[in-house]
């Protein structure tokens, strides 16, 4: 289902993967610095996310600025909450690389308001950009250390936007209860030589909605 979410003097184009059941929690989704949200990982989520009976919104918000996309997907947000067609009970936030920077951001703004009604559950970071390529001794990582719910981490084991012992590093800093799942010899782009496209998508879909399952009660389909 495709809708326009307006924004400012603007609109988002967004689009709905609705489950076949009355869903109770949904995932937000959205893409990367370069791409939109059909993005070819993104789609393959929210199909199986959709088959498995959470509902998705993916969203694309272009902009290489992290504080307008994060206004972007907290705009989606109230959105989605404010839905009269789709009464959730929760949602997941969920970006891959910038789009993980601009999720993280959002759940640690909207957990620090005063009326943080516990709508948020999670977020699911895909190809975490903890730092820019070779310059590992700026890490993003306020954001992250600030959150409260539970957070999911996907990452390449040779990501180079984000070092594993980095990363670990960080996580262990965190007070949130976390999870990082490794993609074996995966890059930023989540490519491992010698595996296909669709095998490593099967391997991030699964690990992303059984984390979600373990956090909120959703049945096993």
Known sequence: VKVKIPF??????????????KPTYGVILTHGAGGDMNFPHLVSLAAYLASHG?????????GLN?????????????????????KLSGVFLAGRSMGSRAAASVVRQLSQDDDDDGFIQGLVCLSYPLHRPKLQSKLRDEDLLLTRCPVLFVSGSADEMCEKQLLEGVVSKMKAPKKIHWIDKANHGMAVK???????????NAQVFSWLRENVQLEHK
């Not at 400012?8 to 059941?21: M, Q, R, T, W």
């Not at 959470?54 to 272009?62: A, E, H, Q, S, Y």
């Open 194 to 204: 010698g595996r296909t496209t669709d095998d490593i998508m099967e391997e991030i």
């Open 8 to 21: 400012g003097n603007k609109y988002l184009d967004a689009i709905f993967s609705v489950p076949e059941k």
């Open 54 to 62: 959470v509902l998705c919104l993916r969203f694309t918000c272009k």
């Open 66 to 86: 992290v504080a307008y996309r994060t206004q972007a997907f907290k705009t989606v947000v109230e959105y989605l909450k404010l839905s009269d067609d789709y």
